[in-house]
């Protein structure tokens, strides 16, 4: 299956500052997804892009579609406790196949 | 309220005695799929459906089988379980790209 590489794997950050993180493919994908996954509970679509170049905002939360259409970023600005979580990407070519990076934990330390 | 549903939520087990996850969903959406999330390995996908009798492999389909006689439910078949199937699994809906995932099954297999 398709790899998706997910980096950082893990941050420890104080509150207030700005988180960056990023995504690459071995292959090219039409619709970059990026979650947020809470303990205990499914993943929480935050950002959908759908064109190479992208740039979408949500909130505090602005994620690109890179123009290799092989990555995808995902920044968060002045963070806040309630932005722990998991932060996962995803990528579509076509058809319903969804395929998941492998995570990037984020602790926001008060 | 939007929701998809997924029982049971824990689940132990030994291997080879066969057991049924069930997911409903009661936004009518016509796509459905399973995954399975494991340490280090962000979320694979199982299997999906795009419809009523509809269903094709995921990334991950060896050793389950799915069923889709109602569009609201998509239950996961673990025939003969075994240790490696031990993993939090996800059953998700959706419409075009928003997947609503459910609260996960955590499942051991002893």
């Known amino acids: 299956g398709q790899q998706l590489n997910q980096s950082p794997q893990s941050m420890f950050i104080q509150e207030g500052e700005d988180v960056s993180m990023n995504c690459t493919s071995s292959s090219i994908f039409n619709t970059w997804l990026w979650y947020k996954q809470e303990p205990g509970e499914g993943p929480v679509l935050l950002i959908a892009l759908y064109k190479a170049g992208e740039l979408t905002s949500n909130g505090r939360l602005t994620a690109q579609f890179g123009i290799t259409r092989k990555d995808s970023f995902l920044n968060i600005s002045a963070s806040i406790p309630s932005d722990v979580g998991i932060y996962f990407c995803?990528?579509?070519?076509?058809?319903?196949?969804?395929?998941f990076g492998t995570g990037t934990s984020l602790t926001v330390i008060p | 309220e939007a929701q998809v549903t997924q029982n049971p939520r824990y689940l132990i087990t030994v291997t080879g005695k066969k057991l049924t996850v069930t997911c409903s969903q009661n936004?009518?959406?016509?796509?459905m799929s399973w995954y399975r999330q494991d340490p280090g390995l962000g979320l694979r996908q199982i299997y999906y459906s795009m419809n009523v009798e509809v269903t094709d492999k995921g990334d991950v389909p060896e050793g389950y089988k799915v069923s889709r006689k109602e569009k609201r439910n998509f239950p996961l078949i673990l025939e003969s379980p075994s240790p490696n199937q031990t993993s939090l699994y996800f059953c998700a809906s959706h419409r075009y790209n928003e997947q609503f995932f459910g609260p996960g099954t955590r499942l051991t297999v002893l």
């Open positions: 936004m009518n959406h016509e796509y």
């Open positions: 995803a990528g579509r070519y076509t058809g319903n196949q969804f395929y």
